[in-house]
């Protein structure tokens, strides 16, 4: 497989600690990379990395095989999309508006969309589902149908890569599905390859190929799923009672969280 | 929806909604030209725009010398007040951003009294100040309420109240202290006047302010990203510091320049954008120019009543705006006070 991203001892620090120390890992096309880890550990920082938007202080993060500070910003916006933890839009756009505005990568000197443009953001929401909202508000939609839109937003970038900031963080477990399974659809047909953090462990361990543990700023464990989340880890990483078994149908790692009550009623059993 | 749809922006869509407005525009010059104390009826007017010499020497004084050149600024006050709103509302993410608002109408006016005081002219000097003044104001605000990363609404408005309040001391100070003939009136600075006018002005104002315009908006599909988090617009090739400080800089040139000539007049920037808005949505390539335009048609409505209203005497137009804008102003903060309070 090739590799689309790769991150070669990666330092970066807001001020003067490192908040990112010596990361590698690369992305390989078509696979859904997932990214764990406990608040503070780096991951927002790590994926803005990845996206070219902060500059590292040493290492390197190649785009396609060459650096990504060598990209003006509009060529990197081409190749990768991000759909961001929370998008606030202050002004009543319409969905397909909204849509739309991923196309602005792509746009030259004329500033109106043109019939190619109309063209993949009508196919980018028959992709995501959200045709039907099309002419609706987006202050009016739900967090799961905003999340979709945005989706289809990015997917109107034509970008090959997609980062995901916690897509999942504000929905309810239905939609916390369905994301994650547009999410896996759209890798499968359309050959993107996704980093999605997430805080929802159990459940992004059933869709990502492989996962990387963030652990105060480093790679704590890269690899498959079932490699990376052990009760071991973790409890390491989070300082969390948790149990970790085999989700009985996807027989992928599930996390149990031990909470004290739950412990007292074992006890009493 | 079908594919064949297009529920985008089309250039035809803006060419016809400009087309439009200025024929709105042009209509409302017209009858206010033919209002006022002394009587000269719409159809006089019409012939004499129509170029058929058939009125008298007064009539053409009134038209030519009084009236026209008082509702041209009043046109080009409006329009680049509504632009500076426009811009404001989108770059600091915040709906009741407005030069008045945020004190940057005082900061140029102040500008421009400091001027006169020195013996500059109108030429340059003068609203060469009122710029510098504007920008002062501007950074000023900006470095006060984005010290914790986000612009929040209360800050930020706070923050204007109390720049507003400074500043209108400064101009009483000012106003007060010395006994220049060219500053003769503490209300045409703080309530705003028409009645000044010259065609030197306008002669000045017009290109700069159409060359800004022009510039500003080339961004407006940049604003529109903006408007969705400055993160992602910085994502996808918007240079988000670049175009604020082009912006900055166009804004303070502009509303500096008519503030020299005009005085403070407050909260067109507030409401004529969020009328257009409402109309037209939010979509910044229509709703520049559908603001300008309609900041023009305003403001000349607005001064053609202050004219009229208690005539033969005039009120300042400022206070015409002021009556209709901070009831508005109110309107906005209940109806979407709670929204809009988190950055």
Request: proline share 3%; charged share 15%; glycine share 8%.
């Given at each position: 497989m090739d590799s689309e991203l790769i991150l070669k001892g990666v330092y970066f620090s807001y001020d003067d600690q490192w908040c990112l120390e010596g990361i590698d890992f690369e992305l390989k096309k078509g696979e859904i990379l997932g990214m764990i880890g406990p608040n503070g550990s780096g991951k927002s920082t790590l994926l803005k990395i990845v996206d070219g938007l902060l500059k590292i202080q040493k290492g390197e993060v190649?785009?396609?095989?060459?650096?990504?500070?060598?990209?003006?910003?509009g060529d990197v916006a081409r190749h990768i999309a991000m759909v961001p933890q929370e998008?606030?839009?202050?002004?009543?756009?319409?969905?397909?508006?909204?849509?739309?505005?991923g196309r602005f990568p792509h746009s030259g000197r004329f500033p109106f969309e043109g019939k190619e443009d109309l063209e993949i953001a009508h196919q980018s929401m028959q992709l995501t589902g959200t045709?039907?909202?099309?002419?609706?508000?987006?202050?009016?939609?739900?967090?799961?149908?905003?999340?979709?839109?945005?989706i289809a937003r990015a997917l109107t970038q034509r970008a090959e890569i997609i980062l995901l900031d916690e897509p999942t963080s504000f929905l309810d477990i239905r939609h916390k599905v369905e994301t994650f399974e547009l999410i896996s659809?759209?890798?499968?047909?359309?050959?993107?390859?996704?980093?999605?953090?997430?805080?929802?462990i159990s459940l992004a361990a059933q869709y990502c190929h492989r996962m990387l543990l963030l652990n105060r700023g480093s790679v704590y464990k890269i690899g498959e799923p079932s490699e990376v989340i052990t009760a071991d880890t973790i409890r390491t990483v989070y300082q969390c009672p948790v149990l970790v078994d085999k989700n009985p149908i996807s027989k992928t790692p599930r996390v149990t969280v031990l909470s004290k009550r739950g412990e007292g009623e074992k006890e009493t059993l | 929806m079908r594919r064949s749809e297009h529920l985008g922006l089309t250039p035809l869509r803006v060419v016809t909604t400009g087309l439009i407005l200025s024929g709105l525009l042009i209509m409302i010059a017209l009858i206010s030209l033919s209002l006022g104390p002394a009587k000269v009826s719409l159809r006089e007017v019409l012939a004499w725009v129509a170029g058929h010499k058939s009125i008298d020497q007064t009539a053409w004084m009134i038209l030519f010398k009084i009236r026209l050149p008082r509702i041209l600024l009043a046109g080009l006050v409006g329009f680049?007040?509504?632009i500076g709103g426009v811009v404001f509302q989108a770059l600091l993410r915040n709906p009741l951003a407005e030069p008045f608002i945020l004190g940057v109408s005082s900061g140029a006016a102040v500008g421009a009294i400091t001027g006169i005081v020195l013996g500059l002219g109108f030429g340059l000097g003068v609203p060469l100040l009122s710029f510098?003044?504007?920008?002062?104001?501007?950074?000023?605000?900006?470095?006060?309420?984005?010290?914790?990363?986000g612009l929040e609404s209360s800050t930020l408005l706070l923050t204007g109240v109390i720049v507003n309040a400074f500043f209108t001391a400064v101009i009483m100070f000012f106003?007060?202290?010395?006994?220049?003939?060219?500053?003769?009136?503490?209300?045409?600075?703080?309530?705003?006047?028409?009645?000044?006018?010259?065609?030197?002005?306008?002669?000045?104002?017009l290109p700069i302010i159409l060359i800004v315009s022009g510039i500003l908006y080339v961004f407006s599909r940049h604003l529109n990203l903006i408007v969705g988090g400055e993160e992602s617009a910085l994502q996808m090739g918007v240079e988000v510091e670049l175009l604020k400080w082009i912006s900055f800089l166009g804004i303070s040139l502009m509303t500096g320049m008519v503030i020299s000539f005009s005085g403070i007049i407050g909260f067109v920037g507030l409401i004529v954008p969020h009328l257009m808005r409402m109309l037209l949505g939010p979509d910044h390539r229509l709703l520049i120019p559908a603001s300008a335009l309609g900041g023009a048609v305003f403001l000349i409505g607005a001064d053609t009543l202050a004219r009229i209203i208690l005539?033969?005497?005039?009120?300042?137009?400022?206070?015409?705006?002021?009556?209709?804008?901070?009831?508005?102003?109110?309107?906005?903060?209940?109806?979407?006070?709670?929204?809009w309070t988190q950055s």
């Open positions: 190649l785009l396609l095989n060459r650096p990504i500070s060598s990209y003006r910003r998008t606030t839009f202050r002004f009543p756009f319409s969905v397909f508006e909204v849509v739309l505005m045709l039907d909202l099309a002419r609706r508000s987006i202050h009016e939609l739900s967090g799961g149908e905003k999340q979709r839109v945005l659809s759209l890798t499968q047909t359309q050959g993107l390859s996704v980093i999605v953090v997430s805080q929802d | 680049t007040l509504s510098m003044g504007a920008l002062f104001t501007i950074l000023l605000v900006m470095g006060i309420s984005s010290r914790h990363g106003i007060t202290t010395t006994s220049d003939s060219r500053l003769h009136s503490m209300l045409f600075w703080l309530y705003g006047d028409l009645s000044q006018s010259r065609y030197a002005h306008l002669s000045l104002g005539s033969p005497s005039e009120l300042p137009v400022g206070v015409i705006t002021a009556f209709l804008g901070a009831p508005f102003f109110i309107y906005l903060l209940k109806q979407r006070g709670s929204q």
